[in-house]
């Protein structure tokens, strides 16, 4: 079952243009969000997260959106350039107060951008 | 340089032979992570550790074993018993506690195959 949907494999965006990649969940004990960056053959790098408590984060190009009502998130990139082509991976973290148990993570999305 | 270091970065095994893959992190970081990670799927949770000398099983523990004999140190063991090893393994690190993100740092991984 899985608790973090991404449902695009793969997205095209010619550079210089918005890329939008999209994320649902299902848990709604879920309290951060995270998105990472992933280039072949390596490990993930952090992006930006979001707490549940906001809707909005910011930082530089990157900005992600939370819709709770929806159980949904979504990552802009504005705007695209090369470098940006990489898997994107969504991910989510239930806190337990006992520590941390790890991320829950979608399948990613392979963005391409086009020149 | 702070990080996370896993060796080796290629290996290959026969099919009944017993691998140990290495993690070694120096950000002091308590938890350490294993993921699994096979084409078209996301990151899913091995075994994480949050202290020293504890481990628990994530998602898909069956057929390895770990050990958390000291803080930076969390290797895991992929045994025969494991049926489909051949994958890219990623090891991470995270503060716990007093964590606000949950963001996980990631070495840059070991592939293995079975041959």
């Known amino acids: 079952d899985q608790q973090v949907k991404q449902n695009s494999p793969s997205l095209s965006v010619q550079e210089g243009r918005i890329s939008i990649l999209n994320c649902d969940y299902t848990n709604s004990m879920f309290d951060y969000f995270l998105w990472y960056k992933k280039y072949p053959a390596e490990g993930p790098t952090f992006l930006i997260s979001?707490?549940?408590?906001?809707d909005k984060n910011e930082d530089g190009r990157f900005t992600v959106f939370l819709n709770k009502s929806a159980k949904h998130l979504s990552l802009h990139i504005v705007p695209s350039q090369p470098g940006d082509s990489a898997v994107y991976f969504c991910?989510?973290?239930?806190?337990?107060?006992?520590?941390?148990?790890?991320?829950?993570f979608g399948k990613g999305t392979h963005l391409i951008i086009q020149p | 340089d702070g990080g996370i270091t896993q060796s080796p970065k290629y290996l290959f095994r026969k099919e009944g032979q017993n691998v140990t893959l290495s993690c070694e992190q120096n950000l002091n970081h308590d938890a350490m992570y294993w993921y699994r990670q096979d084409p078209g799927q996301g990151l899913r949770l091995i075994y994480y550790?949050?202290?020293?000398?504890?481990?628990q099983k994530g998602d898909i523990a069956e057929g390895y074993s770990v050990s958390r004999e000291k803080k930076e140190s969390f290797p895991l063991t992929v045994t025969s018993a494991q049926k489909n090893p051949t994958a890219f393994y990623l090891c991470?690190?995270?503060?716990?506690?007093?964590?606000?993100?949950?963001?996980?740092?990631f070495g840059e991984g070991s592939r293995l195959t079975v041959l």
């Open positions: 550790s949050q202290i020293v000398n504890d481990f």
């Open positions: 991470a690190s995270s503060i716990t506690v007093l964590a606000k993100t949950g963001e996980l740092f």
């Open positions: 979001i707490s549940s408590i906001k």
């Open positions: 991910a989510a973290r239930v806190y337990s107060g006992g520590g941390a148990d790890g991320l829950t």
